[in-house]
């Protein structure tokens, strides 16, 4: 069974500083993608950043990075240079082959909170 | 594009009561998805459709039916609410053909008296 393990509930972070949030996951495949997904207070689950598990270089999206240790099995993200809007709900989710689809699995995620 | 749409936001049930979830995306994706969250607990599969015509569990599927009733529309059914039912329920769609990203409905906010 695949398995995420987001270990922090809750993250706090100075306004224009870098903030990591940590990301492990378990699974037999070898064909994997991983993904982090943002839900602000208003509720909506916006898709931030992905990886894919035979990717070489490290995904990046704007201030978004993914940290991908595979040997390790662990996907953080980095978001540099935080905004007060970057305060939300993260969440880490891999996807893998299964019965016609590509089940994706949720970590329970991290609370960021950013100050000014 | 509306993306994907559920209705309804919000529900109050009485514990017993039947209902269905509405979920319609307008993205041509093959894969449907619903979800439920709890607090601290993140997103739990429920069912998922890969296709049209198909759906398979998901890792919380007891209580709850669904239909995909053609390529844009996927329902989630409660036959017998109970107050364990109570949750946010969150609809997705993906392409499905590979390792897409999902894209989420607003979700309904389901509560079971």
């Known amino acids: 069974a695949q398995k995420i393990t987001q270990t922090q509930p809750g993250m706090f972070v100075q306004e224009k500083e870098a903030v990591t949030l940590d990301c492990t996951y378990d699974t037999s495949d070898q064909s994997y993608g991983l993904f982090w997904y943002k839900q602000p207070s208003s509720g909506e689950m916006i898709f931030l950043i992905y990886q894919g598990s035979y990717d070489e270089q490290n995904a990046t999206e704007g201030r978004y990075s993914l940290n991908f240790q595979k040997a390790r099995k662990s996907a953080n993200l980095v978001i540099s240079a935080s905004q007060l809007g970057d305060s939300a709900m993260y969440f880490c989710a891999m996807r893998v082959p299964g019965v016609g689809s590509y089940i994706p699995t949720f970590g329970r995620g991290t609370s960021l909170i950013v100050h000014p | 594009n509306a993306g994907v749409t559920q209705t309804p936001k919000f529900q109050v049930l009485k514990t017993g009561q039947s209902m269905t979830l509405q979920c319609a995306q307008d993205?041509?994706?093959?894969?449907m998805y619903w979800y439920r969250q709890d607090p601290g607990m993140g997103l739990r599969l429920i069912y998922y459709s890969a296709s049209e015509g198909t759906t398979d569990k998901g890792e919380v599927p007891n209580g709850y039916n669904v239909s995909r009733l053609n390529k844009r529309e996927f329902s989630l059914r409660l036959e017998s609410a109970a107050p364990s039912q109570t949750s946010v329920y969150f609809c997705a769609s993906s392409e499905g053909t590979g390792f897409n990203e999902q894209f989420f409905g607003p979700g309904t906010r389901l509560t079971v008296l």
């Open positions: 993205m041509n994706h093959n894969s």
